[in-house]
């Protein structure tokens, strides 16, 4: 059950793309289509992004996309905004029918 | 709407007891898998238990195990954590979720202060 393992941080200037990795195993990423990211304002709740890969809720803006090449799925984030700056999350389902979540990344707009 | 609305947070002395519960509305509770989701103060999100719409299948993460109970009431909409033997490691704001592989909905968490 260790956890997924993200960038401590990553930063972008405005407009800029930046992408944050998340990286677990074959038996978490690797061996399902359930990774999904979180984005977390301070003292609020996550909100969900990306669901089941590369979907996005009805709501979530466009400029947020998600990916998955073995055991490292992708979240970029596109022509990026000063209401990014939050921290990310990545979860994903088990083989042993629990979820693991991301070690967690803070974005910074520069 | 869906919301979940968790309770029963505070502070509790080492190897205390609490008991978390969650009301859910806006969704057919007994259709889905429920979960906890516990995030320390400055930490990550750590996922705690889950449990099957008819509560036949509960699981832990290993380090609550022999300790949390997750249960629920479908007659109630009600999720429930019962946190025994606590230790100061289990301070955290303690989210309840639903689960359908991926956490899809969240509520605004309830405090865990486990001290002396």
């Known amino acids: 059950q260790s956890a997924l393992t993200q960038p401590a941080s990553v930063s972008g200037s405005p407009g800029q793309s930046i992408t944050i990795s998340c990286t677990g195993t074959?038996?978490?990423?690797?061996?399902?289509?359930?990774v999904s990211w979180y984005q977390q304002h301070p003292g609020k709740a996550p909100k969900l992004m990306i669901y089941?890969?590369?979907n996005r809720p009805s709501g979530v803006s466009n400029r947020f996309s998600g990916s998955k090449s073995g055991n490292t799925a992708s979240l970029t984030i596109s022509g990026l905004q000063a209401e990014d700056e939050a921290d990310y999350y990545c979860?994903?389902?088990?083989?042993?029918?629990?979820?693991?979540f991301g070690t967690g990344t803070k974005v910074t707009v520069l | 709407e869906v919301q979940l609305v968790e309770s029963g947070g505070g502070l509790v002395q080492p190897g205390g007891s609490l008991r978390l519960s969650c009301a859910a509305s806006?969704?057919?509770?007994?259709?889905?898998?429920m979960s906890w989701v516990r995030q320390a103060p400055g930490k990550g999100l750590e996922w705690v238990a889950n449990?099957?719409?008819?509560?036949?299948?509960?699981y832990y993460v290993d380090s609550v195990k022999g300790r949390f109970t997750i249960s629920r009431d479908n007659a109630k909409n009600s999720l429930y954590l019962q946190m025994n033997s606590l230790r100061a490691e289990d301070t955290a704001v303690y989210y309840c979720?639903?689960?359908?592989?991926?956490?899809?909905?969240w509520g605004q968490g309830t405090l865990v202060t486990v001290s002396s």
């Open positions: 979720a639903r689960d359908v592989q991926v956490i899809d909905y």
């Open positions: 806006g969704f057919t509770f007994s259709s889905y898998w």
């Open positions: 449990i099957k719409q008819d509560g036949s299948e509960k």
């Open positions: 074959s038996s978490d990423v690797g061996g399902y289509n359930y």
């Open positions: 089941d890969v590369s």
């Open positions: 979860s994903s389902y088990t083989s042993s029918s629990t979820l693991v």
